[in-house]
């Protein structure tokens, strides 16, 4: 989160993130942290997750890891408040994030859920080299 203070530097609502995996957890927050009177412009979340993961149990650094961001308590009201738009974007055969992922960003954020079908985790090594959706829900996010 330090990093991503120092990199983005001042925010306001022209602000827009985008995070992919363990990256959505350090947008979201960062985000959070924020000063009570700012907002974001929006923000797209890549097979992210809250609630829980799957398939890690071969690789414990990895495990440990994400435990580390799935029991860190969150305020998801502050969240929602600085970010009032957002978008969750789920595969529906990722081994690593399951589905049921979406029902914190939709029923406590608001977010917008996309399912895409048979792009594993989104990684490159998957066959996954562009995401066209995350573009086109950073240029909806801008025109409103």
Not at 74 to 102: G, R, T
């Amino acid at each position: 989160m330090p990093k991503i203070a120092e990199v983005i530097g001042e925010v306001d609502d022209n602000t827009y993130f985008v995070g992919h995996s363990m990256g959505c957890q350090a947008i979201a927050r960062f985000i959070e942290t924020l000063p009570e009177n700012i907002k974001i412009g929006g923000a797209v979340f890549v097979a992210s997750f809250f609630k829980r993961l799957t398939g890690l149990e071969d690789d414990l650094e990895v495990k440990e890891t994400c435990k580390l961001w799935l029991e860190a308590p969150i305020n998801f009201n502050k969240l929602k408040f600085h970010m009032p738009k957002s978008v969750a974007i789920f595969s529906d055969n990722d081994l690593y994030v399951p589905l049921d992922n979406q029902e914190d960003f939709k029923e406590k954020l608001g977010s917008e859920i996309v399912i895409e079908h048979n792009m594993g985790h989104f990684s490159g090594s998957q066959g996954v080299k562009e995401l066209p959706i995350v573009l086109k829900k950073l240029l909806e996010f801008s025109e409103s």
